[in-house]
């Protein structure tokens, strides 16, 4: 179970703050605490947009890392691998199109040169 409770996989220790589902979206503020990652996943159907409320944060989008900060927006296709490691104290929004649905989250183990906790 993950930390939100809404019995997605074990991502990571990071803090649902807000979290807001309709039926065209999902909204959820996340605080994720300096050096606290959330591991490498996909959604077969879902669209995820990042946008960075507060701090900093590296997220690699289908092995690409993307060095985010204050007001940055970074959106993940279906399908393509992200994960996403603090390098400060960060607020980030989550938004979910259609809304996430616990059994499309798929979690990735294999490290890849990108960096050691993210995968293709």
């Not at 947009?49 to 092995?63: L, P, T």
């Not at 691998?81 to 183990?109: C, F, K, M, N, Y």
Request: with cysteine; proline share 10%; hydrophobic share 40%.
């Amino acid at each position: 179970m993950s930390p939100d409770g809404i019995g997605v996989p074990d991502l990571g220790a990071y803090e649902v703050l807000s979290d807001t589902r309709h039926k065209e979206a999902g909204l959820r503020v996340l605080l994720v605490k300096k050096g606290i990652r959330i591991k490498p996943h996909y959604h077969e159907r879902c669209t995820q947009v990042y946008f960075i409320i507060d701090g900093r944060a590296e997220i690699v989008v289908g092995g690409q890392p993307i060095q985010a900060r204050q007001m940055d927006v970074v959106r993940i296709p279906p399908c393509t691998v992200h994960g996403l490691r603090a390098l400060v104290r960060t607020v980030a929004l989550s938004i979910s199109v259609p809304p996430l649905d616990p059994e499309d989250q798929v979690v990735v183990d294999e490290p890849t040169p990108a960096g050691p906790f993210y995968a293709k």
